[in-house]
Protein backbone atom coordinates (compact mmCIF):
# COMPACT_ATOMS: atom_id res chain seq x y z
CA UNK A 1 0.00 0.00 0.00
CA UNK A 2 1.11 3.76 -0.56
CA UNK A 3 2.16 5.28 2.21
CA UNK A 4 1.04 9.09 1.83
CA UNK A 5 4.38 11.62 1.86
CA UNK A 6 3.08 13.74 4.71
CA UNK A 7 1.98 10.22 6.93
CA UNK A 8 5.79 9.06 5.61
CA UNK A 9 7.24 12.20 6.76
CA UNK A 10 6.03 11.83 10.16
CA UNK A 11 6.64 8.09 10.40
CA UNK A 12 10.46 8.97 9.77
CA UNK A 13 10.73 11.70 12.23
CA UNK A 14 8.69 9.86 15.04
CA UNK A 15 11.07 6.82 14.48
CA UNK A 16 13.99 8.96 14.84
CA UNK A 17 13.07 9.93 17.83
CA UNK A 18 14.67 13.45 17.13
CA UNK A 19 14.80 16.82 19.87
CA UNK A 20 11.86 18.69 17.63
CA UNK A 21 8.82 17.57 16.45
CA UNK A 22 7.58 17.33 12.69
CA UNK A 23 4.56 19.07 12.33
CA UNK A 24 2.70 18.67 8.47
CA UNK A 25 2.62 21.96 6.83
CA UNK A 26 -0.66 22.73 7.45
CA UNK A 27 -0.46 23.25 11.21
CA UNK A 28 2.70 25.00 11.37
CA UNK A 29 2.17 27.62 8.81
CA UNK A 30 5.39 28.88 7.36
CA UNK A 31 6.18 32.80 6.56
CA UNK A 32 8.35 34.12 3.78
CA UNK A 33 10.62 36.55 4.10
CA UNK A 34 12.07 38.50 1.42
CA UNK A 35 15.86 39.92 1.84
CA UNK A 36 19.12 41.00 -0.36
CA UNK A 37 22.96 40.27 0.59
CA UNK A 38 25.86 40.10 -1.59
CA UNK A 39 27.24 37.61 -3.62
CA UNK A 40 30.58 36.50 -3.18
CA UNK A 41 30.76 37.94 -6.57
CA UNK A 42 31.21 41.04 -5.36
CA UNK A 43 29.38 42.84 -7.99
CA UNK A 44 25.83 41.49 -7.61
CA UNK A 45 22.78 41.82 -5.02
CA UNK A 46 21.04 38.31 -4.69
CA UNK A 47 17.60 38.11 -3.88
CA UNK A 48 16.54 35.79 -1.49
CA UNK A 49 13.44 34.09 0.05
CA UNK A 50 13.29 32.81 3.61
CA UNK A 51 10.74 29.88 4.78
CA UNK A 52 10.79 29.27 8.28
CA UNK A 53 7.67 28.31 10.69
CA UNK A 54 5.52 31.48 12.16
CA UNK A 55 6.41 30.66 15.99
CA UNK A 56 8.63 32.21 17.29
CA UNK A 57 11.55 30.71 19.28
CA UNK A 58 15.03 31.25 20.96
CA UNK A 59 16.73 28.82 20.34
CA UNK A 60 18.62 28.68 16.54
CA UNK A 61 17.35 26.47 14.09
CA UNK A 62 18.86 24.78 11.63
CA UNK A 63 18.96 26.03 7.71
CA UNK A 64 19.27 24.91 4.42
CA UNK A 65 20.16 27.23 1.28
CA UNK A 66 18.28 26.32 -1.85
CA UNK A 67 19.48 26.41 -5.33
CA UNK A 68 16.89 27.21 -8.29
CA UNK A 69 17.44 25.10 -11.42
CA UNK A 70 17.53 26.65 -15.33
CA UNK A 71 13.90 28.07 -15.59
CA UNK A 72 14.44 30.38 -12.55
CA UNK A 73 13.19 30.54 -9.26
CA UNK A 74 9.60 32.04 -10.50
CA UNK A 75 6.41 30.34 -12.03
CA UNK A 76 6.04 30.50 -15.39
CA UNK A 77 2.78 31.94 -14.76
CA UNK A 78 4.70 34.80 -13.25
CA UNK A 79 4.11 37.53 -15.70
CA UNK A 80 7.07 39.47 -15.17
CA UNK A 81 6.40 39.61 -11.92
CA UNK A 82 8.78 38.02 -9.43
CA UNK A 83 7.86 38.05 -5.95
CA UNK A 84 7.93 35.20 -3.14
CA UNK A 85 4.06 35.31 -4.27
CA UNK A 86 5.23 34.38 -7.88
CA UNK A 87 7.37 31.33 -6.95
CA UNK A 88 7.95 28.54 -8.26
CA UNK A 89 5.03 25.19 -7.06
CA UNK A 90 8.40 23.40 -6.43
CA UNK A 91 10.09 26.03 -4.65
CA UNK A 92 7.15 26.61 -2.61
CA UNK A 93 6.51 23.27 -1.77
CA UNK A 94 10.09 22.44 -0.55
CA UNK A 95 10.33 25.90 1.34
CA UNK A 96 7.57 25.14 3.19
CA UNK A 97 8.13 21.60 3.88
CA UNK A 98 11.58 22.49 5.41
CA UNK A 99 10.44 25.73 7.40
CA UNK A 100 7.23 23.93 8.65
CA UNK A 101 9.22 20.66 9.78
CA UNK A 102 11.95 23.32 12.37
CA UNK A 103 14.54 24.85 9.52
CA UNK A 104 15.06 28.04 8.16
CA UNK A 105 15.35 27.69 4.15
CA UNK A 106 16.06 30.45 2.03
CA UNK A 107 16.09 30.13 -1.62
CA UNK A 108 18.64 32.13 -3.72
CA UNK A 109 17.38 33.85 -6.74
CA UNK A 110 20.85 34.33 -8.49
CA UNK A 111 19.23 34.81 -12.21
CA UNK A 112 16.75 37.55 -11.72
CA UNK A 113 19.20 40.32 -10.02
CA UNK A 114 21.87 39.23 -13.30
CA UNK A 115 18.98 39.78 -15.68
CA UNK A 116 17.15 36.94 -16.48
CA UNK A 117 14.68 36.29 -14.42
CA UNK A 118 12.70 34.40 -16.47
CA UNK A 119 15.47 31.66 -16.85
CA UNK A 120 15.90 29.46 -19.84
CA UNK A 121 14.51 26.83 -21.83
CA UNK A 122 15.26 23.01 -21.83
CA UNK A 123 18.48 22.00 -23.71
CA UNK A 124 20.11 25.96 -24.36
CA UNK A 125 22.98 25.15 -21.83
CA UNK A 126 25.18 26.24 -25.00
CA UNK A 127 23.65 29.41 -25.08
CA UNK A 128 23.95 30.57 -21.14
CA UNK A 129 25.83 33.87 -20.23
CA UNK A 130 28.74 33.00 -18.54
CA UNK A 131 27.88 35.00 -15.59
CA UNK A 132 25.47 32.46 -14.74
CA UNK A 133 28.15 29.41 -14.60
CA UNK A 134 27.06 26.70 -12.33
CA UNK A 135 30.93 25.79 -11.80
CA UNK A 136 32.59 28.77 -11.40
CA UNK A 137 29.84 31.74 -10.26
CA UNK A 138 26.99 29.66 -8.77
CA UNK A 139 28.88 28.64 -6.20
CA UNK A 140 29.75 31.96 -4.92
CA UNK A 141 25.66 32.82 -4.46
CA UNK A 142 25.46 29.27 -2.31
CA UNK A 143 28.51 30.98 0.00
CA UNK A 144 27.14 34.03 -0.06
CA UNK A 145 23.29 32.72 1.56
CA UNK A 146 25.79 30.70 3.59
CA UNK A 147 26.99 34.00 5.11
CA UNK A 148 23.93 35.71 5.35
CA UNK A 149 22.23 33.14 7.07
CA UNK A 150 25.13 33.25 9.74
CA UNK A 151 24.32 36.86 10.40
CA UNK A 152 20.65 35.35 11.51
CA UNK A 153 20.22 35.43 15.30
CA UNK A 154 17.59 32.64 14.42
CA UNK A 155 20.48 30.25 12.22
CA UNK A 156 22.47 28.29 14.17
CA UNK A 157 26.04 28.96 12.43
CA UNK A 158 27.23 25.92 12.27
CA UNK A 159 24.54 23.86 11.00
CA UNK A 160 23.97 24.41 7.28
CA UNK A 161 23.11 22.23 4.72
CA UNK A 162 22.71 22.79 0.96
CA UNK A 163 20.10 21.95 -1.72
CA UNK A 164 20.05 22.35 -5.26
CA UNK A 165 17.63 21.31 -8.30
CA UNK A 166 18.78 20.59 -11.79
CA UNK A 167 21.42 23.23 -13.04
CA UNK A 168 21.20 24.44 -9.40
CA UNK A 169 22.03 20.73 -8.66
CA UNK A 170 24.97 20.88 -10.39
CA UNK A 171 25.82 24.36 -8.52
CA UNK A 172 25.39 22.30 -5.49
CA UNK A 173 27.98 19.38 -6.31
CA UNK A 174 30.47 22.34 -7.13
CA UNK A 175 29.95 24.06 -3.89
CA UNK A 176 30.58 20.98 -2.24
CA UNK A 177 34.29 20.59 -4.06
CA UNK A 178 37.29 20.82 -1.77
CA UNK A 179 38.26 23.29 -3.97
CA UNK A 180 34.72 25.13 -4.81
CA UNK A 181 35.11 29.21 -5.21
CA UNK A 182 34.13 31.11 -2.51
CA UNK A 183 35.49 29.20 0.12
CA UNK A 184 39.28 28.93 1.25
CA UNK A 185 39.98 25.08 2.47
CA UNK A 186 35.85 23.72 3.35
CA UNK A 187 34.91 21.64 5.93
CA UNK A 188 31.53 20.91 7.45
CA UNK A 189 31.97 23.37 10.14
CA UNK A 190 33.25 25.98 7.89
CA UNK A 191 31.47 25.26 4.75
CA UNK A 192 28.17 23.14 4.46
CA UNK A 193 27.56 19.83 6.58
CA UNK A 194 26.11 18.14 3.47
CA UNK A 195 23.80 18.50 0.34
CA UNK A 196 21.01 17.05 -1.57
CA UNK A 197 21.04 17.22 -5.13
CA UNK A 198 18.21 17.04 -7.44
CA UNK A 199 19.00 15.64 -11.36
CA UNK A 200 21.84 17.62 -11.81
CA UNK A 201 24.13 17.49 -14.93
CA UNK A 202 27.19 16.07 -14.43
CA UNK A 203 29.76 17.13 -16.40
CA UNK A 204 30.15 20.01 -14.72
CA UNK A 205 32.35 21.51 -17.88
CA UNK A 206 35.09 18.94 -17.19
CA UNK A 207 36.39 20.48 -14.25
CA UNK A 208 35.72 17.42 -12.07
CA UNK A 209 37.10 14.47 -14.94
CA UNK A 210 40.14 13.26 -12.59
CA UNK A 211 37.92 12.80 -9.75
CA UNK A 212 35.10 14.47 -7.68
CA UNK A 213 35.52 14.42 -4.00
CA UNK A 214 32.97 16.77 -1.97
CA UNK A 215 34.23 17.81 1.95
CA UNK A 216 31.09 17.00 3.45
CA UNK A 217 27.99 14.18 2.46
CA UNK A 218 26.29 14.69 -0.53
CA UNK A 219 23.31 12.61 -1.73
CA UNK A 220 21.88 12.97 -5.21
CA UNK A 221 18.51 11.90 -6.37
CA UNK A 222 17.32 12.05 -9.86
CA UNK A 223 15.13 9.59 -12.33
CA UNK A 224 16.37 6.84 -14.85
CA UNK A 225 13.66 8.57 -17.26
CA UNK A 226 15.06 11.89 -17.10
CA UNK A 227 15.18 13.55 -20.53
CA UNK A 228 17.40 17.10 -19.71
CA UNK A 229 20.48 14.94 -18.10
CA UNK A 230 22.22 11.66 -17.86
CA UNK A 231 21.50 9.76 -15.32
CA UNK A 232 23.93 7.34 -16.50
CA UNK A 233 26.70 10.18 -16.81
CA UNK A 234 26.07 11.25 -12.76
CA UNK A 235 25.87 7.58 -11.19
CA UNK A 236 29.53 7.22 -12.95
CA UNK A 237 30.91 10.62 -11.09
CA UNK A 238 29.11 9.53 -7.88
CA UNK A 239 30.66 5.89 -8.39
CA UNK A 240 34.33 7.43 -9.26
CA UNK A 241 33.84 9.68 -5.99
CA UNK A 242 33.08 7.14 -3.59
CA UNK A 243 36.12 5.09 -5.33
CA UNK A 244 37.86 7.83 -4.21
CA UNK A 245 36.59 8.08 -0.40
CA UNK A 246 34.04 11.01 -0.66
CA UNK A 247 30.41 10.29 0.68
CA UNK A 248 28.09 10.31 -1.30
CA UNK A 249 25.53 8.39 -3.06
CA UNK A 250 22.58 8.61 -5.56
CA UNK A 251 19.27 7.30 -5.61
CA UNK A 252 17.69 6.49 -9.00
CA UNK A 253 13.99 6.05 -9.50
CA UNK A 254 12.73 3.75 -12.28
CA UNK A 255 10.30 6.13 -14.56
CA UNK A 256 10.79 9.14 -13.01
CA UNK A 257 11.25 12.28 -15.32
CA UNK A 258 13.15 15.26 -14.88
CA UNK A 259 11.77 17.61 -12.30
CA UNK A 260 9.87 14.58 -10.98
CA UNK A 261 9.18 16.55 -7.62
CA UNK A 262 7.64 19.63 -9.03
CA UNK A 263 3.84 20.07 -7.34
CA UNK A 264 2.64 20.97 -11.29
CA UNK A 265 -0.02 18.73 -12.71
CA UNK A 266 2.45 17.76 -16.14
CA UNK A 267 5.12 16.02 -13.66
CA UNK A 268 3.12 14.69 -10.65
CA UNK A 269 0.20 13.27 -13.05
CA UNK A 270 3.05 10.79 -14.65
CA UNK A 271 2.75 8.02 -11.37
CA UNK A 272 6.56 7.23 -11.12
CA UNK A 273 7.12 10.98 -10.68
CA UNK A 274 4.50 11.08 -7.67
CA UNK A 275 6.08 7.96 -6.63
CA UNK A 276 9.49 9.43 -6.20
CA UNK A 277 8.46 12.22 -4.74
CA UNK A 278 6.57 10.25 -1.92
CA UNK A 279 9.71 8.61 -1.03
CA UNK A 280 12.00 11.66 -1.41
CA UNK A 281 11.03 13.95 0.90
CA UNK A 282 11.25 11.72 3.71
CA UNK A 283 14.57 10.45 2.99
CA UNK A 284 16.05 14.06 2.65
CA UNK A 285 14.11 14.96 5.51
CA UNK A 286 16.20 12.23 7.62
CA UNK A 287 19.43 12.93 6.10
CA UNK A 288 18.79 16.78 6.80
CA UNK A 289 18.38 15.52 10.59
CA UNK A 290 21.02 13.35 10.46
CA UNK A 291 23.50 16.64 9.34
CA UNK A 292 21.56 19.01 11.11
CA UNK A 293 19.95 18.19 14.28
Not at 137 to 154: E, G, N, Q
Request: charged share 20%; with cysteine; net charge positive.
Amino acid sequence: MKVPMATAVAMIWASAALCLPSPSIAETPVVVETVNFQSADAKTTLIGYVFRGDKQTTTPLPAVVMMHGRAGAYSSLAKGVFTAETLSKRHKYWGELLGSNGYVAILVDGFGPRGYAKGFPAHSYDTRPAELDEVAIRPLDAYAALAYLRTRVDVAKDRVALLGWSNGGSAALSTMSADAPGISRPTPATGFRGAVVFYPACGLKGKFDDGYRPYAPVRVFMGTADEEVSPKRCARLVERSASLGGDIDITLYPGATHGFDDPSRKRSRVDANADATDEVAPKVLQFLAGRLR
